[in-house]
């Protein structure tokens, strides 16, 4: 199967149907893609019982979805969506093969920074291999890299229990080859994202779309697992939130050296937070559930990127050692911080 040759009703299967991968996957099915489902656990088994639920703008949709703990059930796919968090990545991709035929697009849903931000790229760290994100290669050697598409989610939505998803706001989408390839060979799937009702586009230089979103993520979603407390609070706090604007400009200086400069300042990403409200960062939501958290793919990498080009990131290595030893102290640190 390649781009050519994709079904004509789109095979699409979401690889984690929590908040974003469950929101995505009521969506299409929706729009009248073919939606399957790998879950485990409680959501496997909530989802083979009572469908796949979303509650959006006040109303509550539920859809029936082919459902399995085992990808080897399924045929593979025209595209796979993974919407794990990053301490789950290594473990998805050792099972994914059998999803996969040459022409299955694997679109990673998911914050931070990829394993593959810098492979194949051009660049002062071209083909640096980040090991805070893919420490044993595992995910670098299942998904092939002229397969895989960065996909950065503009969205805040959260789990109600396991299979019941609910979104708050937000609907943007950017997906990109992370070979930089065309944009004509995402358009099928382009297209079903915008049918479903989010506002979505392609783009040849996902790398800057990831790292811009990264802004917000590697300083409020850390701060608000230290404090316990929503975004608009963190914003609201003066002090904390001259702390997110230093840690932004320390990113924005490794950007430059790494050839994304940002076409935003820093007090416009903290405005466009603001607008998400009241909201626990996803971040705070794993550490309420007592879930590994995403430390590694949103900070650690920001501070090791400092170290290779030798430029300081004193306030992103405070919160990430603060944030780090919270994360250990309640058993939520992930697997390679
Ligand atoms: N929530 C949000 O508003 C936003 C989140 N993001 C990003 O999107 C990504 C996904 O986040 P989110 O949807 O919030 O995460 P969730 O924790 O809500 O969902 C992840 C789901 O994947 C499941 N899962 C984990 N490992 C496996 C596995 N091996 N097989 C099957 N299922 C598995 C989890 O199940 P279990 O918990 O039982 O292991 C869970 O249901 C993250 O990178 C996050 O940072 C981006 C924008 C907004
Ligand atoms: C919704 C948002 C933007 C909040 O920081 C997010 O990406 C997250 O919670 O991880």
């Not at 979805?65 to 045929?75: K, M």
């Not at 993520?217 to 850390?222: A, E, F, M, R, T």
């Amino acid at each position: 199967m390649d781009a050519m040759t994709k079904s004509d009703r789109l095979k699409i299967c979401i690889y984690g149907a929590g908040a974003v991968g469950g929101t995505m996957g009521v969506l299409l099915a929706l729009a009248g893609a073919e939606v399957s489902v790998i879950a485990h656990d409680a959501t496997l088994a909530a989802i083979k019982h009572d469908g796949l639920q979303l509650t959006k703008d006040g109303k509550t949709h539920r859809v029936q979805v082919r459902v399995t703990a085992d990808p080897a059930e399924l045929a593979p796919q025209d595209y796979v969506i993974i919407s794990v968090k990053a301490p789950s990545l290594a473990d998805v991709a050792s099972h994914i093969a059998p999803l996969l035929s040459p022409g299955t697009g694997v679109i990673t849903a998911m914050n931070g920074v990829p394993w593959w931000f810098f492979v194949g790229g051009n660049g002062v760290l071209s083909n640096t291999r980040l090991a805070a994100v893919d420490p044993h290669g595992i995910v670098e050697k299942s998904i092939p890299l002229a397969q895989t598409v960065g996909c950065v989610v503009y969205m805040a939505c959260s789990l109600d229990a396991p299979g019941k998803v609910r979104h708050y706001s937000g609907n943007k989408l950017v997906i990109g080859y992370a070979d930089n390839k065309s944009v004509s060979g995402l358009s099928d799937i382009n297209d079903m994202f915008n049918s479903a009702g989010f506002s979505s586009r392609v783009t040849t230089t996902i790398r800057h779309d990831i790292w811009h979103k990264l802004w917000g993520n590697l300083s409020i979603n850390p701060i608000s697992m230290l404090t316990g407390e929503t975004s608009d609070i963190i914003i609201n706090d003066p002090l904390l939130y001259e702390l997110c604007l230093r840690m932004m400009r320390e990113a924005e200086v490794l950007g430059d050296a790494i050839g994304i400069p940002m076409d935003a300042s820093t007090t416009e990403v903290i405005g466009r937070a603001r607008t998400l409200g009241a909201f626990k960062t996803s971040m705070l939501q794993d550490t309420e559930a007592g879930k590994p958290v995403e430390l590694d793919a949103l900070l650690t990498v920001a501070h090791d990127i400092g170290k290779i080009l030798d430029l300081p990131t004193p306030f992103i290595d405070s919160v990430l050692g603060l944030a780090r030893l919270r994360a250990r102290k309640l058993g939520l640190l992930d697997t390679a911080a």
